[in-house]
């Protein structure tokens, strides 16, 4: 059983993740390099930074500081590139691991995962590690100002399992009491709030971190489809 | 008797199995999002942020 969770888990992780890591780097990774010339003062928005606002992120390592290039495809960018590659594909096997489980789980149940409603599973995926989080606290551009991290963090976590329990009692309870349980589970840290400073402070022109969320959202949608179809597929196949 | 605990037993190591798994994702997961080396910060970042992990 482990053996077919991990094979499955490997190869639709690696697969969507090579995918993912495309579509980061082409896509979303862009208006990161952008934005961090703003944090770092190499260009400013007429509209920032106000006088006394602190940004913190001031990270030499990231390949910026080098005088005043707007090269993207710097060798240091290209580094970056590289690890964005390696950790989405990471990222994208957990991901995988996560879903295989919740498919070996519905087995147990007498419910088979074909590769077609794996893309549902999939976007499930989506809502509750991308979507639910994003809806109270939205995925930040280099150089916005935050609360605390830890409490972000903290936040991040608690949404993600219950957005997963709401769901899943959504998806396989029987009758109304847990149906309704799985709504209250999903907007419960919605109710509460996710930890947010008073007032803005961020650097970045907003139309730019706008997109940046649309982008981080959409990348996500895409990337969770593939990999929900890639799990179901390999999962249903393997005996 | 032995055809009742079969399945009792086959059950209990495939629910092990899947928990392992299920594990092993989340430590990945906090690995790539959240965990607080400087080195991983640094490697990870653009992920981090592009995948709305909260990040410094």
Not at chain 1, 6 to 13: E, M, P, R, V, Y
Not at chain 1, 16 to 43: D, H, S
Not at chain 1, 59 to 80: A, F, P, Q, T, Y
Request: aromatic share 12%; proline share 4%.
């Amino acid at each position: 059983m482990f053996k077919k969770l991990l094979t499955s888990a490997l190869f639709a992780g690696f697969g969507a993740g090579l995918i993912a890591a495309l579509i980061q780097i082409v896509l979303v990774e862009p208006t990161i390099f952008e934005a961090e010339l703003y944090e770092t003062g190499q260009l400013v928005h007429f509209g920032a930074p106000q006088e006394g606002a602190v940004v913190e992120d001031t990270h030499v390592s990231h390949g910026v500081g080098d005088g005043h290039s707007h090269d993207h495809g710097s060798e240091s960018n290209l580094k970056r590139q590289l690890y964005t590659a390696s950790y989405e594909i990471a990222k994208s096997f957990g991901y995988a691991l996560m879903l295989v489980a919740g498919f070996a789980l519905a087995a147990e149940r007498g419910v088979s995962v074909t590769a077609r409603q794996g893309i549902i599973w999939g976007f499930a995926g989506f809502i509750a590690f991308n979507l639910a989080p994003a809806f109270g606290h939205a995925p930040e551009l280099p150089g916005s100002l935050a609360a605390e991290l830890s409490a972000r963090q903290i936040w991040w976590a608690l949404t993600v399992i219950a957005s997963v329990l709401g769901l899943g009692l959504i998806g396989f309870g029987k009758n109304w009491v847990m149906w309704g349980l799985g709504i209250v589970l999903l907007a419960l840290p919605h109710i509460i709030g996710a930890p947010h400073i008073a007032g803005y402070g961020g650097v970045a022109p907003p139309e730019m971190a706008g997109r940046f969320v649309a982008l981080s959202l959409g990348a996500a949608a895409i990337s969770w489809s593939i990999l929900g179809l890639f799990a179901g597929f390999f999962w249903s196949r393997d005996p | 008797m032995t055809t009742k605990t079969q399945p009792i037993a086959k059950a209990d190591t495939s629910l092990l199995s899947i928990f392992a798994a299920a594990f092993l994702g989340i430590a990945i997961i906090f690995v790539t999002g959240f965990a607080n080396s400087q080195t991983i910060h640094d490697s990870a970042h653009d992920v981090r942020h592009a995948s709305g992990f909260p990040c410094h």
